[in-house]
């Protein structure tokens, strides 16, 4: 059978959850039957880790669009022509794009004549009324949950329900194992300068008002007052961003600069090219994100904890089983988060056994292998 070949759009050149996601993907897809390339304005740690996976790489200088484009002027820009220019010199089959890429992607592949996928990551990406005829032309589109694909639609929705469909992104259970905390988790705590027998809460967010860096810090400050020896790791680093997450990332450093029992027991660990290193330094995993999607942290099997049981939250309450492997509070609570994550820090069994299943739950429904195979479908059912 002939190679599929498919190029993946990004505006991205760093590495944040969308790219993360997609370079799994990458390094799932059988490189036998697809050709895979990645398309981004620049290069960066982002096209270069999706080289060490084989991946072809070409670059384009543009600016991704805002939420606000109007589809007729941005099919004039000259990267449309480029980009579909790239399409058919290298025989695109298929595009695959980010939101801010995808006013450019769809008429460079409609000229070209290729279909598009567009994977919806966020409830945010709502059309507006004068884009609703661009987004009906998108061949596929898949939205990572429910609830990003409700809030996507809006009410009454803006394309027919069933023209969405729900694939939930994958992880690698073999990436992330239980015998981690021996080596990954040990080295970051002596890295780190974190006691080996301290109870380490964590939190793996880039610096944006959406991940709720407030209200971990109030959690926090919760939770060392009743556990004085506690420690609060926070993986995450802003590889691209706008002057107001470069703003917030400042303020969030400034708070815990400013507050004594913050300052002596949270330590930023920056970016981490394995997200498990904190996962396996961690008892509790926290997710004090306005909206996520979350991937069980449970990967080492100790119990994973998520705020978001509110809809708009999205994937907490669709991935964590509340009580079974993990628990969920209401958003913007910071006592709630203290409360349960004091009641797992005190109860090592129950931070074991919801592990255990934890991790039991990502590898029936959440793995990589699962994501793409679901993906490969997809591009089939295109080009067939």
């Known amino acids: 059978m002939v190679p599929r070949n498919l190029l993946f759009v990004s505006t991205y050149t760093g590495l944040g959850g969308g790219e993360s996601a997609i370079l799994n ?26 080289r060490a996976l084989g991946v072809t790489t070409h670059t384009l ?47 460079a592949a409609e000229a070209a004549g290729v279909p598009v996928m567009w994977t919806c990551m966020g409830w945010w990406f709502r059309p507006r009324r004068w884009q609703r005829a661009f987004f009906r032309r998108i061949a596929c589109i898949t939205a990572i949950s429910h609830a990003v694909k409700d809030g996507f639609l809006g ?62 810090f109030a959690a926090a400050r919760l939770i060392a007052a009743a556990r004085p020896d506690a420690r609060f790791i926070l ?28 300052k002596r027991a949270v330590v930023f660990a ?3 090219e394995h997200a498990g290193q904190v996962i396996a330094a961690s008892d509790v995993m926290v997710c004090a994100s306005l909206f996520e999607v979350v991937r069980h942290g449970a990967h080492r099997e100790h119990g994973l904890r998520a705020t978001g049981c509110q ?19 209401p958003p913007q609570r910071p006592d709630l988060i203290a409360e349960k994550v004091l009641y797992l820090l005190d109860r090592p069994d129950l931070r074991a056994r919801m592990g255990r ?27 067939a």
């Open 25 to 50: 993907l990458l390094g799932a897809l059988d490189p036998e039957r697809y050709r895979r390339r990645l398309l981004t304005p620049g290069d960066g740690v982002y096209p270069r880790a999706a």
């Open 61 to 107: 200088p543009y600016r991704g669009a805002s939420a606000y484009f109007v589809p007729a002027l941005w099919a004039r820009f000259p990267i449309v022509r480029a980009m579909a220019r790239l399409i058919k010199d290298n025989d695109i089959d298929l595009a695959h794009t980010d939101y801010h890429s995808l006013p450019f992607v769809l008429p």
């Open 155 to 216: 009410a009454p929705p803006v394309l027919p329900p069933e023209r969405v469909a729900v694939h939930w992104l994958g992880t690698d259970p073999e990436r992330f194992h239980p015998g981690m905390a021996d080596t990954l988790g040990a080295a970051l705590r002596a890295e780190l300068g974190v006691p080996p027998d301290a109870p380490v809460v964590s939190m793996l967010a880039r610096f944006q008002h959406v991940k709720g860096y407030e209200t971990f």
């Open 235 to 262: 993986g995450g680093e802003n590889m691209a961003g706008t002057a107001a997450d470069r703003q917030y990332r400042q303020r969030m450093l400034q708070l815990v600069e400013n507050d004594a029992r913050l």
């Open 270 to 272: 920056g970016y981490r």
């Open 311 to 329: 809809h708009q939250c999205g994937g907490p309450a669709e991935t964590v089983v509340d009580g079974e492997t993990g628990y969920l509070v």
């Open 357 to 383: 299943q934890g991790r039991a739950r990502v590898c029936e429904h959440f793995t990589i292998a699962g994501y793409a195979r679901r993906f490969a479908e997809q591009v089939e059912a295109l080009l």
